[in-house]
């Protein structure tokens, strides 16, 4: 099962739900691993403290031209939605940076002068700690085209139970990307009004989706009403909250904030995986029929 943990904005704490979630369901005895899809701001490893196994590059195929075969025709020029390969005199001149890799030029020239070479986008790292397997991605410096490595960094660990896929905050491309096929989407999110705006376009996304849903209140308590409310005049489900609590500040400066969840708020990630249940039996059902 693949469970996406999201949020419409960064520091609602989606990363510590994440890694309590996985702490929780480890404990329990499935087999998990958390997928870090934030290849532009990683960060899940700084609080598992994973000994990193094994690192491998990652990349995505370019174009790359033989000018003696090349006749200048144009077809590839006119079939990039991109402009990543442009005639000049005749001659095409690749822009490796405008690439999305679709393979279209290639496949329309003439006379087979493309072929694709491979264009290094980042790299993913793996390891493990406590009975939680983990893959990061990080994009390589100067990188802008997300969506790719995060691809990549969602093929790891595709046997196991429960794989946690920490995404991106917001609700751009990269974000639909990493929760794409999710069994179920968790939302964090934080009473205040920049939670609130953030969560209303979070909530039109999923839902645009098609992806079930719930939402986790982080640092609970802190007197905005108007979230709550918002949820409740729009279906929008709240399945636990998780209090302001000094002590999970603390403890998350000291990198080891999902312990002290588990702690002391380890039945409210109960309640989370609760949530999450009847998505795993419609799952489990869908693959036996």
Known sequence: MNIAVASGKGGTGKTTIALSLARYIAHNGSRVAVLDCDVEEPNVNLFLGAAIERTERAGVPVPSVDPAACTGCGA?????????????????????????????????????????????????????????????????????????????????????????????????????????????????????????????????????????????????????????????????RIVARVPFDRRIAEEYSRGDCASRIIECYGEQIALVAAAIAPAANHDRGTHAG
């Open 76 to 236: 590839c020029e006119r079939i990039c939605a991109f402009s990543a390969i442009v005639l000049i005199n005749e001659r095409p001149l690749v822009l490796p940076d405008m690439c999305h890799s679709c393979g279209g030029c290639a496949l329309v020239c003439p006379t087979a002068a493309i072929t694709e070479v491979p264009k290094e986008i980042g790299d993913i790292e793996y390891g493990s700690r406590n009975g939680i397997d983990y893959a990061g991605g990080r994009l390589a410096i100067g990188g802008h085209l997300s969506p790719p490595l995060i691809n990549q960094v969602k093929r790891a660990y595709g046997s196991y139970d429960v794989r946690i896929l920490d995404c991106p905050p917001g609700t751009s491309c990269p974000v639909i990307e990493a929760a794409r096929g999710a069994d179920y989407l968790v939302l964090v999110t934080e009473p205040t009004p920049f939670g609130l705006n953030d969560l209303m376009l979070a909530v039109d996304m999923v839902r645009a989706m098609g992806l079930p849903f719930g939402v986790v209140i982080n640092r609970d308590g802190m007197g905005n009403a108007d979230l709550e409310r918002w949820c409740g005049v729009n279906d929008v």
